[in-house]
């Protein structure tokens, strides 16, 4: 498969909402870093495609899912690597808050897997969101 199509498989699968199916377009050893602190669990590094699932399902706990709104504005590849540029939409379960952000992803697939996925976004605009 190519770059651009696993990302896509990736997208697909992530707005279906299977955490299982989510990780296993990634390999089993990866390099995945969401920045944020101690207090949002969901945030930091991850090294297994295990990891993937967990991260999805402690996010998943944490916001309120069928309000999330997900605008992709463009989906760049060269090669094996791809960037996305979009915006989240996310409420807080624990405050209700909502935050809006800018976003960026960079991938990078190495044989048909996704090997990298760093996140870029707001973190002081979640931390806040999340804040008592």
């Known amino acids: 498969m190519t770059t651009r199509a696993v990302v896509e498989e990736f997208l697909g699968l ?23 602190s101690d207090q949002l669990p969901w945030t930091g590094r991850r090294t297994t495609s295990a990891e993937v ?3 999805l399902r402690i996010l998943g706990e944490n916001i309120v899912p069928e ?11 060269e090669g094996e690597h791809a960037v996305l540029l979009g915006e989240f939409t996310r409420t807080a379960r624990s405050t209700g808050r909502v935050y809006e952000m800018p ?8 044989d048909g897997k996704i ?18």
Do not use: C
């Not at 309000?67 to 989906?75: F, P, R, S, T, W």
């Not at 990298?116 to 008592?132: H, I, N, S």
């Open 115 to 132: 090997s990298k996925l760093y996140l870029y976004e707001d973190t002081a605009k979640v931390a806040q969101a999340y804040a008592k």
């Open 67 to 77: 309000k999330n709104v997900d605008k992709i504005e463009a989906l760049v590849v």
């Open 53 to 55: 699932a967990d991260y």
């Open 14 to 36: 992530l707005g279906a909402g299977d955490p299982d199916a989510v990780a296993r377009v990634f390999a089993g050893e990866i390099d995945w870093y969401v920045p944020g």
């Open 103 to 110: 976003i960026a992803m960079h991938f990078q697939v190495t």
